[in-house]
């Protein structure tokens, strides 16, 4: 029998990972947070992969309290993920990392936007499990082309997002919306997110070559809702990076201000 995956995280998204490994034919053991994950790691030191399906907010949280026994076994698959997520842990060997291109919401099924990319060294599990779910994905080969696709989702999460802020007043609801009618606002904003993500992994960025990957997936995907309830907090945790790293992002700030903060 092959030693079990851990899933930390039992939400919408880990589920899917549950099922696809499950079909796959691994033995999934859940974590939540009332598990002692120091205890299991004593009666399960080596397990086939530690997937830590938390939400961003919780990442950093949970990723100070994984098992020595088990850091070399990692993967990740949080939205806004960047490098320097996993970086300041010293692990023996890089996470196994996914950007994840499919969608999970309550009482529906997972529905697929484009194939995810995987890396790390144990992207190949990853994506037989997930193609026993018909889920499609591509395996990243270099940790900068990995850097540019996480990137790249943020700029299309966080672009949409802020975006839809705005323009859910004028009816218009789609990212397909969004690029078709205020296509000038979504790039200011998207720059802005840009400046932002240059500063967090210290590495600059073919800004067109980001853009037109965002709208490759509005075309994949042209109904999709610009605005989810995490839209402000996204704003806000976007500004809090950018007055750490003294960035002007004007567009950002004025979207604060006059969808945000004018009301609480």
């Known amino acids: 029998m092959q030693n079990p995956v851990i899933v930390i995280g039992i939400g919408?998204?880990?589920?899917?990972?549950?099922?696809?490994?499950?079909?796959?034919?691994?033995?999934?053991?859940?974590?939540?947070?009332?598990?002692?994950?120091?205890?299991?790691?004593?009666?399960?030191?080596?397990?086939?992969?530690?997937?830590?399906?938390?939400?961003?907010?919780?990442?950093?949280?949970?990723?100070?309290?994984?098992?020595?026994?088990?850091?070399s076994r990692l993967a990740l698959l949080q939205n806004e993920l960047l490098p320097r997520d996993w970086k300041n842990l010293n692990l023996p060997q890089p996470p196994t990392v996914i950007s994840v291109w499919f969608e999970k919401k309550k009482g529906m099924d997972y529905k697929v936007l484009v194939p995810s990319p995987v890396y790390g060294p144990r992207a190949s599990l990853l994506i037989n499990a997930l193609a026993s779910?018909?889920?499609?994905?591509?395996?990243?080969?270099?940790?900068?082309?990995?850097?540019?696709?996480?990137?790249?989702?943020?700029v299309y999460i966080l672009t949409t997002n802020i975006t839809g802020l705005v323009i859910c007043h004028f009816k218009a609801e789609s990212v397909k919306d969004m690029w078709a009618d205020y296509p000038d606002l979504a790039r200011e904003v998207a720059h802005d997110v840009i400046d932002i993500q240059e500063w967090l992994t210290a590495h600059r960025f073919d800004r067109e070559k980001l853009i037109d990957g965002m709208v490759d997936v509005i075309k994949s995907d042209p109904t999709h809702k610009c605005m989810g309830r995490s839209a402000p907090t996204r704003l806000r945790r976007a500004l809090q990076q950018a007055d750490e790293a003294g960035l002007a992002v004007p567009?950002?700030?004025?979207?604060?201000?006059?969808?945000?903060?004018?009301?609480i």
């Open 251 to 263: 567009r950002l700030r004025e979207i604060y201000r006059n969808e945000v903060e004018s009301e």
């Open 12 to 71: 919408e998204m880990a589920s899917v990972f549950t099922r696809a490994l499950l079909r796959f034919g691994l033995p999934v053991y859940p974590v939540n947070r009332k598990t002692d994950m120091q205890a299991l790691a004593e009666n399960i030191p080596e397990p086939s992969l530690v997937l830590v399906g938390v939400g961003e907010n919780a990442l950093q949280s949970v990723l100070s309290e994984i098992p020595a026994a088990w850091l």
């Open 133 to 154: 779910l018909d889920i499609p994905t591509w395996e990243v080969t270099s940790e900068k082309e990995l850097e540019f696709q996480l990137v790249g989702k943020n």
